[in-house]
């Protein structure tokens, strides 16, 4: 699989796997943190118990 044939990945983009993630940890760092409300609706997304989820599919 190619850097082109991966969703998300910038067109042209044929780096390694370290450069892409080390790229993006970069950015992810520059980000501002997250206030208690934004840490709060991912927490309720992403600890749902698994019929809910199945349900919301």
């Known amino acids: 699989m190619t850097g082109q044939d991966i969703p998300g ?5 044929d780096h ?19 206030n208690d409300l934004q840490r709060a609706r991912l927490r309720a997304a992403f600890h749902q ?9």
């Open 16 to 34: 390694g796997d370290t450069a892409y993630w080390a790229r993006v940890r970069r950015i992810a760092a520059q980000a501002p943190p997250l």
């Open 9 to 13: 990945r910038p067109a042209g983009a």
């Open 49 to 57: 118990p698994a019929d809910q989820k199945e349900r919301a599919a």
